[in-house]
């Protein structure tokens, strides 16, 4: 038996990565929640900063579970996937922990999806460039 | 270890608004349901109105959920944040028990939001009225 | 970044065990459900025989989902692990989707967990059978 | 109004608090998944080492749930309260993510719950123990 080989995001670099974004939150005035999930989904790492809105708690996880899901960044990457079509731009919202807003991007090694980030606390255009930060970090 | 402290809606208070809040229903001749959440989301107090239509039980929370979870007002509050971004205006649904409709507002004591008041039972322009009737009786 | 590798099954074999386990289910004069998931429990295949009883699809999820998620089978492994402690052998039905059942195997390539086939649809005795025939075929 | 006032985790702590919880889990050749709570049961941090296994993640976020739920540690201190009476002892699993086993602890500052931290990896006992060196890292 021959077995299919993944790549999985390792909880240091996972560590290295909240601590970055929540660095650029900090600089930003924000209080974000984080989530982090591995390759299938599967959460590695969650932190809520101090003064997190209760909403971005979930937020971040479903963002997360979205960019993993397809290993396609919230925000305007998923939107310009599918605002021309209405059956696209409606359908999704039936996907499982769809979450269209941005903050979710894939964490890509080489050239495989190991995990994704989702961030949620401020506006999503913040929480996207936490989001930057967080995979600039690597 | 130093604590982070919370201010939090005491029942007392929570009962006191719930009474303005039915006072006005009764005025207005509707029968609501009414949520009122801690700082943390959860239930502190829960009211339904003998006539309240079914709709109104989980409506009631879902507003409450969504004032508290941003710290701000359903209805016009939350559309004029969203109106004019796609992303934004799509998107907000994916949050866990996001309401819209008006009747959803925060419960602030000094700078500190101490929970949340959600009202359902008739048009949400009325449950805005009821929700300001609870707020105004502190 | 260095990656944490995960070994998974492929589809290709779960074809082949779940073939393995209908030729003996049919043999036993069984019809089953078959869950295999990979090593992160998500669901790889999933195949329901024409008469096989409703109650087996989900058991065969649950006692495939249990196998993997501590890599020990369901029946005698489990049971035996738990049935001298009170707090063990109640506490364990406090995880998500447990099963006790027999007919839930963890899929081994080298020494590490690759996967797990859950098998429903008969006495639990003849579930194993079933698996433990899956597990064989490779 | 007069408020309630709650005493609740700051993450600097869960942090510290998560660091010695798995370096204890590495002196046990463990690894493990901790959900810290706040005081309110909402997820302030969690963690999934490396190697851990699949049910370790939601199982330790049920043990904090249930350690916060009522104050008391699960394990022992739990199983002590519901032994003698079978009402309790088989109508403690209806509450919602109930979990017997060991390693969901109570964090206390002075004399007021703040949070609770949840482990699972190992033995149950051996959670416990990492629980165990979590609060004495305080």
Redesign the interface.
């Given at each position: 038996?021959?077995?299919?080989?993944?790549?999985?995001?390792?909880?240091a670099?996972a560590?290295h990565m909240a601590r970055a974004a929540m660095a650029k939150a900090t600089e930003l005035g924000l209080s974000i929640a984080i989530t982090i999930v591995?390759?299938?989904?599967?959460?590695?790492?969650?932190?809520?900063?101090?003064d997190a809105?209760?909403?971005a708690?979930?937020?971040s996880r479903?963002k997360a579970i979205t960019a993993v899901g397809l290993g396609l960044s919230t925000?305007?990457p998923w939107?310009n996937f599918i605002?021309e079509d209405p059956i696209l731009?409606e359908g999704v919202?039936g996907f499982n922990d769809?979450?269209?807003?941005?903050g979710g991007l894939p964490i890509v090694?080489g050239n495989?999806m190991?995990g994704a980030i989702g961030i949620s606390g401020g506006h999503?255009l913040q929480d996207q460039e936490c989001g930057n930060a967080a995979l600039n970090s690597?």
């Open positions: 038996m021959e077995e299919y080989l993944k790549k999985s995001i390792r909880l670099d560590e591995d390759e299938s989904g599967i959460t590695k790492l969650f932190t809520r900063m101090d809105p209760l909403m708690s979930d937020a479903k925000g305007e939107f605002r731009r919202h769809f979450m269209l807003l941005g090694a495989q190991i999503y690597l």
